[in-house]
């Protein structure tokens, strides 16, 4: 996913992507910066190719403040889609 941000956000000054990677600064909590950016931003686009509780949270968070949310899974990982991992 880094990689895709990178390569998009070189590509193209009309979008500018940003990872969850992006905020995770030492000594902070890190949903902070997390919600802070989905509240920035127009759209929250979510991997849940292995849905955990902190994805499905960002994901409801952005939809109860309103963002549209793309959510992407990649079919060619095979896993258990019974219920998020903690």
Known sequence: MSSAVSRLNASSRAIELSTWEENDV???????PILAEIDAGD???AD???LNF?????????IGRRKR??????????????????
């Open 26 to 32: 030492a000594g902070r909590f890190i949903a902070d």
């Open 43 to 45: 759209v929250l686009v």
């Open 48 to 50: 849940i190719t292995r």
């Open 54 to 62: 902190n994805v499905v949270f960002e994901v409801g968070y952005a």
């Open 69 to 86: 949310a793309y959510l992407i899974r990649n079919s060619a990982i095979i896993g258990s889609d019974e219920r998020p991992r903690q």
